[in-house]
């Protein structure tokens, strides 16, 4: 799905990419590069488990696209029943939500981004935060080699460069051989409140995409799964004009 | 080898004297017992986890203080639980009713003279008077804009502009307001309710709309759970937990006050919270030590019949046993003054040690008679041959458990001192009683003309079988070593796999009401009891982290007096908003019967599709209460669905159709506008807070006796006995402040000093023990191989524990001293004995001392699995790590021992001979 790929682009590091062979900043470029697609079009579902109880499944399409330097996303709720038809549109720091319950749209606060998206324990800023990149927040720092699932990876830790970063650091850990993110590793106030692995990676028009994102919140008894299962980049069914207010209105 | 040293000489004087004076002897232990029994009762049992957290630590130490000065930290909670109950409207009222009675019932005797006070409901007073002032400037500046407008119409625009932007879709915001929320949802949909009424013509009263405006302004005043189907009533007790001789009385009587109210409601009750967890431990505890001590008795003192074939066999050697417990009991009531939840286990685990002297001295007396040793000369043979052994055994242990009262910990130290002189009292009872008692045993025999019990007669307590053993060790010894060394070697691998026991609750007994509670009231109440607190020495420290600590991830909620109070500032800064608001009040107050139905209509709808909007948002949060409410009101089920008729479509319906009675909607409309401007006026008082004026429940939660010391409790999101969350709550506050206390950290700390004393200790004991094994032995390679079947025992243990993945926690922890102090007591009896009988004697050693190493074993091990049946999970897991332990000590000691022995003397030919004898 188009989260996928914008929490992805959280970890884009813009800044880093004229540094010589893998220093950090460049293995984290080269992770990012992946990710940086022009226009998206996907279908994923979203699974909260409470303790281990599965919540409703929330399916959901996406439609993301990096447009003059700005990141713009849509998510429509297709699933579950109570939910379909209700649109999320994000436009750098702003995102409005139109509920199909009232047909009525508004415009979310910026801080809502920190907050967990849809109950799951990504937030608006982990599915898509804007299109600055890490490089923008962090700094990356190789703290060495380190198996993840059998796979030798770089670890790589990235602290915050203000607080304007949503997390005071991030460990992430990127597979050696081809540059994949395995996993990313939040902290909070110097702790690791919750995990991200990303899984079953497949190439899609030469980009190598993980269609599934599990992230586990250390902090409460919850883990989410996203399962992508449509995923096209350069994708014709974007439109710029879905990016406006007046689309979201107009959804049923 | 050992000649004639004072022991021997002590030893023989005693028995001579003892045989011929029995009388006096018995008079002699009587006096010393009547002493010790003066100290006995001086004797306090504190059987909590509570009383061994160390002192001297600063956030046990705040702890302390939190249980003594802040009267609501010793609450007792009384849950009412009415889910049995189908209809939740009915189990609500229910519940309800019996807050209610309780809050009656508790005022009387015999409840009263246990109970400070008791609150069923929340004391909404100072929100009455105060509310303004407690209220955020931003926050009072967005009541001004509600209530600018008290018409139906005007009202309802501004709660719906309100909503429109404060929550703003900002699910997290909700969740954070959640109770408040719930209150004002539900006191509109009555509001709306009323409306309805009057709208269609019915008559409805000022009563009726000053409670809809209370529940809208105030909310429900009970303490109810997610689905209002469980309710809190929360007692304080006029004790404490350390008020021992008041908490088993106290609470039981509560408890059972509690139960009966709720069982004549048609549903549940039961009690949680610190104290009431307490009191479990402590009769738990208590259960656990008389079912085990009981057990253990029983079963040594069958054993000594079957062993020795002599009836009286429980008498010469229950007495001294019990007269070596009232001794040590009594040397505890005069040194330290308690038993604690450790040194009372040990009680049981003496029966099982103190016995073995008994067995030592009766064998070598039975084994003299049977040689046909006349009465006095077995006697004292006995003393001779088994006595050095076991005071040698003795001050062994002894000195080790000495050691561990130099520990850090009161816990350990107070186990040291209690262990050590209850291992001397035991063998001086039993020193100083069985010669006199065998001698009046004797004296009654010869005086019925019998020589002896016909059972007795045919004892057998000779070396054959296990002199079989002794053969083939002889035969065998490279091979027994090279299998032992090899198994030691094969368990050690999994050594490093003990972990230790970090979460207090796994050592409770299971199953336990109170601890069940605390974890519905976790779920149901969003109350976690084991949470970090904080003690703040002012209100603006206490307001700074109180703001500051809700941030973290980790924490849930922070409930300190913070939201209670006001400082100068704050109420310097809202004053000049609430003299607005009141100016402003005035003029919105006015009274006005005028109703426009289509207007009105709009906002209605309006209000609807918030509800909508806030539903989903709840929905998607998963907050169900919320959720539920939402939905209900819009006539919606949780899935979204339009299942029945709202109060929206009623009053909808209504105004849509123009069948609204306006003239009595408009009468509604003045008495919602006299009572909500008078009940604003009320809250708007301009007079700053301050702790004085907070109601007196609140104030004992979180201020202290004296008013100087001010509590912030940091609840969490998850059970912070949870060892992965318990490490990110503490990190996360700890980037906060350095001041957090909390039953997580006391323990934390307990089980680091526990473990660092149980080491430390652990080294002086093995020193002490290898130095008095080498006074006497005369020998450095006997004492260094009497020490090799000892860490053989520790691997093997460790490795079993591993494997089982059997953990050490602080009670069980005194596996390790006492596996030194009484692991080692066989070796030295095989070494005595090997010593007397010479070079080549090894199976004569084990026929002659194996029967009586495998009773003494057996009696140790069946005092230690005395504990297993006992509901307390920390006592269950020492009775096996100790069982296990004594068993594997056993084990090396009667199989590697004399292999090594064998090997070292007989076949390399070193000598074990004492120094001077060289």
């Known amino acids: 799905m188009k989260k996928i790929f914008l929490l992805l682009s959280l970890l884009a590091a813009a800044g880093l990419s004229c540094l010589s062979a893998l220093t950090p900043a460049e293995i984290v470029d080269k992770a990012d590069k992946a990710f940086k697609v022009g226009r998206v079009y996907s279908i994923s579902s979203l699974t909260v488990y409470r303790g281990n109880e599965a919540q409703p499944v929330q399916v959901m399409e996406g439609y993301t696209m990096?447009?003059?330097?700005?990141s713009y996303s849509l998510t429509i709720y297709k699933e579950p029943q109570r939910m379909k038809g209700t649109a999320m549109l994000m436009i750098e720091n702003d995102l409005w939500v139109r509920f199909a319950s009232t047909g009525r749209v508004r415009k979310l606060s910026s801080s809502a981004k920190k907050n967990?998206?849809?109950?799951?324990?990504?937030?608006?800023?982990?599915?898509?935060?804007?299109?600055?990149?890490?490089?923008?927040?962090?700094?990356?720092?190789?703290?060495?080699?380190?198996?993840?699932e059998g796979t030798a990876c770089y670890k790589l830790e990235l602290d915050a460069k203000d607080s304007d970063a949503p997390y005071g650091k991030l460990l992430v850990y990127i597979a050696k051989d081809d540059y994949r993110y395995l996993q990313v590793d939040y902290y909070e106030d110097n702790a690791n409140t919750k995990t991200m692995k990303l899984s079953d990676y497949r190439m899609v028009h030469g980009i190598n995409y993980p269609f599934k994102a599990v992230m586990v919140s250390h902090v409460k008894d919850s883990r989410t799964e996203i399962v992508t299962t449509v995923f096209e980049p350069d994708s014709s069914k974007i439109k710029d004009r879905y990016f406006t207010t007046g689309y979201l209105k107009s959804i049923r | 080898?050992?000649?004639?040293?004072?022991?021997?000489?002590?030893?023989?004087?005693?028995?001579?004297?003892?045989?011929?004076?029995?009388?006096?002897?018995?008079?002699?232990?009587?006096?010393?017992?009547?002493?010790?029994?003066?100290?006995?009762?001086?004797?306090?049992?504190?059987?909590?986890?509570?009383?061994?957290?160390?002192?001297?630590?600063?956030?046990?130490?705040?702890?302390?203080?939190?249980?003594?000065?802040?009267?609501?930290?010793?609450?007792?909670?009384?849950?009412?639980?009415?889910?049995?109950?189908?209809?939740?409207?009915?189990?609500?009222?229910?519940?309800?009713?019996?807050?209610?009675?309780?809050?009656?019932?508790?005022?009387?005797?015999?409840?009263?003279?246990?109970?400070?006070?008791?609150?069923?409901?929340t004391d909404t007073s100072l929100f009455r008077e105060h509310g303004l002032m407690l209220l955020k400037s931003e926050d009072i500046h967005r009541f001004s804009k509600i209530y600018s407008d008290l018409s139906f119409t005007g009202l309802l625009r501004n709660i719906n502009n309100d909503f429109e932007s404060v929550y703003s879709g900002n699910g997290d915001k909700l969740s954070e307001d959640e109770e408040l929320a719930l209150s004002q949802f539900s006191g509109l949909e009555d509001l709306l309710r009323l409306m309805s009424q009057a709208a269609s013509g019915k008559k409805v009263t000022q009563q009726q709309a000053d409670a809809v405006i209370d529940k809208y302004l105030f909310g429900n005043p009970y303490l109810l759970s997610n689905d209002n189907r469980m309710g809190l009533f929360i007692i304080e007790p006029n004790f404490t937990m350390n008020n021992i001789d008041l908490l088993a009385p106290g609470v039981n009587t509560l408890e059972k006050g509690v139960k009966e109210t709720a069982a004549e409601y048609g549903v549940k009750a039961g009690l949680t919270g610190l104290t009431t967890v307490g009191r479990d431990e402590m009769e738990t505890s208590e259960k656990g030590l008389a079912v085990s001590?009981?057990?253990?008795?029983?079963?040594?003192?069958?054993?000594?019949?079957?062993?020795?074939?002599?009836?009286?066999?429980?008498?010469?050697?229950?007495?001294?046993?019990?007269?070596?417990?009232?001794?040590?009991?009594?040397?505890?009531?005069f040194i330290i003054h308690r038993l604690n939840i450790v040194t009372a286990m040990y009680m049981i685990v003496l029966l099982g040690l103190g016995i073995d002297y008994a067995i030592h001295l009766l064998t070598a007396y039975t084994q003299e008679k049977e040689e046909g040793a006349a009465f006095n000369q077995a006697v004292l043979h006995?003393?001779?041959?088994?006595?050095?052994?076991?005071?040698?055994?003795?001050?062994?242990?002894?000195?080790?458990?000495?050691?561990?009262?130099?520990?850090?910990?009161?816990?350990?130290?107070?186990?040291?001192?209690?262990?050590?002189?209850?291992?001397?009292?035991?063998?001086?009872?039993?020193?100083?009683?069985?010669?006199?008692?065998?001698?009046?045993?004797?004296?009654?025999?010869?005086?019925?003309?019998?020589v002896d019990h016909p059972l007795f007669a045919k004892v057998k307590i000779n070396a054959h079988a296990v002199s079989g053993l002794g053969s083939f060790l002889v035969k065998n010894p490279l091979s027994i070593a090279l299998v032992m060394t090899l198994v030691i070697g094969g368990f050690s691998l999994f050594a490093t796999k003990v972990a230790i026991e970090q979460n207090i609750m796994n050592m409770e007994a299971k199953g336990l009401e109170s601890i069940k509670l605390q974890d519905e009231m976790s779920d149901e109440f969003g109350m976690a009891p084991d949470g970090l607190s904080i003690l703040s020495s002012s209100i603006p420290e206490t307001k700074d982290l109180d703001s500051r600590l809700k941030k973290l991830s980790s924490v849930k909620r922070v409930e300190s007096i913070a939201p209670y109070v006001t400082t100068e500032e704050e109420a310097k800064e809202r004053t000049p908003a609430i003299v607005d608001f009141i100016q402003q009040l005035s003029i919105a107050g006015m009274n006005s019967s005028r109703v426009n139905p289509e207007l009105l209509l709009d906002e209605v709808y309006r209000l609807e599709d918030n509800f909508l909007e806030l539903s989903d948002l709840a929905w998607l949060g998963n907050m169900k209460k919320m959720a539920g409410v939402l939905s209900n009101a819009t006539g919606r089920n949780l899935e979204g669905e339009k299942t029945t008729v709202s109060v929206f479509d009623t009053l909808g319906g209504i105004?849509?159709?123009?069948?609204?009675?306006?003239?009595?909607?408009?009468?509604?409309?003045?008495?919602?506008?006299?009572?909500?401007?008078?009940?604003?006026?009320?809250?708007?008082?301009?007079?700053?807070?301050t702790v004085s004026m907070v109601p007196p429940a609140i104030r004992d939660s979180y201020v202290s006796t004296d008013g100087n010391t001010f509590l912030v409790n940091i609840v969490p999101t998850k059970n912070p006995?949870?060892?992965?969350?318990?490490?990110?709550?503490?990190?996360?506050?700890?980037?906060?402040?350095?001041?957090?206390?909390?039953?997580?950290?006391?323990?934390?700390?307990?089980?680091?000093?526990?473990?660092?004393?149980?080491?430390?200790?652990?080294?002086?004991?093995?020193?002490?023990?290898f130095l008095i094994i080498l006074l006497d032995f005369k020998n450095l390679k006997l004492a260094l191989f009497t020490m090799i079947p000892l860490a053989g025992s520790f691997l093997v243990l460790f490795g079993v524990m591993g494997i089982f993945s059997i953990k050490f926690d602080f009670v069980n922890i005194i596996a390790v001293p006492l596996l030194i102090g009484i692991g080692i007591d066989d070796a030295v009896h095989i070494n005595h004995r090997y010593l007397l009988e010479g070079k080549g004697s090894m199976d004569r050693v084990i026929g002659k001392t194996g029967t009586a190493l495998f009773l003494t074993s057996l009696t140790t091990i069946i005092g230690f699995a005395s504990f297993i049946p006992s509901p307390m999970r920390a006592m269950k897991s020492t009775g096996i790590v100790l069982?296990?332990?004594?068993?594997?000590?056993?084990?090396?000691?009667?199989?590697?021992?004399?292999?090594?022995?064998?090997?070292?003397?007989?076949?390399?030919?070193?000598?074990?001979?004492?120094?001077?004898?060289?």
Not at chain 2, 741 to 759: C, F, P, Q, W, Y
């Open chain 1, 66 to 70: 990096e447009k003059n330097g700005k």
């Open chain 1, 116 to 148: 967990s998206a849809g109950g799951s324990d990504f937030s608006y800023a982990d599915m898509g935060e804007s299109g600055q990149g890490l490089a923008e927040k962090y700094t990356p720092v190789l703290k060495g080699e380190e198996k993840i």
């Open chain 2, 1 to 121: 080898m050992a000649g004639r040293r004072f022991t021997d000489r002590l030893l023989e004087s005693w028995g001579k004297w003892s045989i011929k004076h029995w009388g006096k002897a018995l008079l002699m232990v009587l006096g010393i017992t009547l002493v010790m029994l003066y100290g006995a009762a001086h004797v306090r049992t504190e059987m909590t986890y509570y009383s061994i957290l160390p002192a001297k630590e600063k956030n046990v130490k705040d702890l302390k203080v939190i249980t003594e000065n802040f009267p609501m930290a010793s609450a007792v909670i009384a849950v009412i639980d009415g889910r049995n109950i189908e209809d939740q409207a009915e189990a609500e009222r229910k519940v309800k009713a019996v807050i209610d009675e309780l809050q009656e019932k508790f005022k009387k005797e015999p409840y009263s003279r246990y109970i400070t006070r008791t609150a069923g409901r």
């Open chain 2, 293 to 333: 001590s009981t057990t253990a008795l029983v079963l040594i003192l069958l054993l000594m019949i079957f062993a020795f074939r002599m009836f009286s066999a429980p008498l010469v050697s229950g007495i001294p046993l019990i007269t070596g417990i009232i001794w040590t009991i009594g040397w505890t009531g």
């Open chain 2, 382 to 450: 006995a003393l001779s041959k088994s006595g050095n052994g076991i005071i040698i055994g003795a001050l062994t242990t002894a000195a080790a458990f000495f050691m561990l009262s130099f520990s850090k910990t009161e816990m350990v130290s107070e186990l040291g001192i209690v262990a050590g002189f209850g291992i001397l009292s035991e063998l001086a009872a039993m020193i100083m009683l069985i010669p006199p008692l065998l001698s009046y045993r004797h004296h009654r025999l010869e005086k019925k003309g019998k």
């Open chain 2, 655 to 689: 105004l849509e159709a123009g069948r609204t009675d306006t003239g009595n909607l408009g009468e509604l409309q003045k008495m919602i506008q006299k009572s909500l401007s008078e009940k604003l006026k009320e809250m708007s008082s301009i007079e700053p807070v």
């Open chain 2, 721 to 769: 006995w949870n060892e992965e969350f318990r490490d990110i709550y503490k990190t996360q506050v700890a980037s906060v402040t350095d001041k957090a206390t909390g039953m997580i950290l006391a323990s934390d700390v307990l089980n680091t000093m526990a473990r660092e004393d149980g080491v430390r200790s652990s080294i002086g004991a093995v020193i002490v023990i």
């Open chain 2, 883 to 918: 069982s296990l332990a004594m068993a594997i000590a056993f084990i090396n000691s009667v199989l590697l021992h004399p292999a090594v022995l064998v090997l070292a003397v007989e076949k390399l030919k070193l000598s074990i001979n004492p120094w001077r004898k060289k």
